[in-house]
């Protein structure tokens, strides 16, 4: 198994751009979320969805936007890049209880 | 929604010596907590977790204790090594119907001098 892989690695982004981070599972995992990370605020919940079209908001959902069409994928959308979305993001997934959650390698995303 | 709180922020201290690091969290419907580890440009990893139902969990020189009445939770590194430092992060899970949503506290960084 993969676990949980995200692309890309690395992406600059002038203002006003968009672009999809993709993540996809091969565990089969019921919930996926995204999270960013940003220097002493910890890992912040953007979206998170509990299956297969059905997706929610979480803490920072602004100027992102998610969908989950099967079970395995999870991309975020960005619409318009905005400096303030330069961060590392993280997508997850675990299974329905309460059990550990995988993370993928982070995508570390500049916007100019 | 919950809130997670995580103190200090960062921590050193000398190989062989204890790390204490503290949590404490806002809603009481929270029943799941686990800790993840950080290295430097690396993905956050599970090191250790306890379920409300117990007080304390242990795993060789890591220990989880548990308070659900002041509603706070510690991590205990004993005998700290210098591939100890890394950033650790608390969670707590608040389960509402269907939905979870894993909520951190902001992190420490734990330093480990030789």
């Known amino acids: 198994n993969a676990g949980v892989t995200q692309t890309p690695k690395f992406q600059v982004l002038k203002t006003g751009q968009s672009m999809t981070l993709q993540c996809a599972q091969d565990?089969?995992?019921?919930?996926m979320s995204w999270y960013r990370q940003d220097p002493g605020m910890g890992l912040r919940l953007i979206h998170y969805?509990?299956?297969?079209?059905?997706?929610d908001q979480g803490e920072v959902p602004n100027g992102y936007n998610v969908s989950r069409s099967t079970t395995e994928d999870f991309p975020l959308r960005l619409l318009s890049a905005a400096p303030s979305q330069t961060s590392v993001y993280f997508c997850?997934?675990?299974?329905?209880?309460?059990?550990?959650?995988?993370f993928g390698q982070g995508t570390r995303l500049t916007v100019v | 929604g919950e809130n997670v709180e995580q103190h200090p922020s960062t921590l050193s201290v000398q190989e062989g010596d204890s790390a204490v690091i503290k949590c404490t969290y806002s809603?009481?419907?929270?029943?799941?907590f686990p800790w993840y580890k950080q290295e430097l440009g690396k993905r956050p990893q599970l090191i250790i977790d306890?379920?409300?139902?117990?007080g304390e969990k242990k795993d060789q020189r890591i220990a989880v204790t548990l308070n659900k009445t002041a509603k706070h939770f510690s991590l205990h590194i004993t005998e700290t090594q210098p591939e100890d430092s890394a950033v650790y992060f608390c969670?707590?899970?608040?389960?509402?119907?269907?939905?979870?949503?894993?909520?951190f506290g902001s992190g420490t960084q734990l330093t480990v001098l030789p």
């Open positions: 997850a997934s675990n299974d329905r209880g309460n059990t550990e959650a995988f």
């Open positions: 565990m089969n995992h019921e919930y």
């Open positions: 969805s509990v299956g297969a079209g059905i997706t």
């Open positions: 809603d009481s419907a929270s029943n799941y």
């Open positions: 306890i379920r409300s139902n117990v």
């Open positions: 969670a707590a899970i608040i389960s509402s119907g269907s939905a979870r949503q894993l909520t």
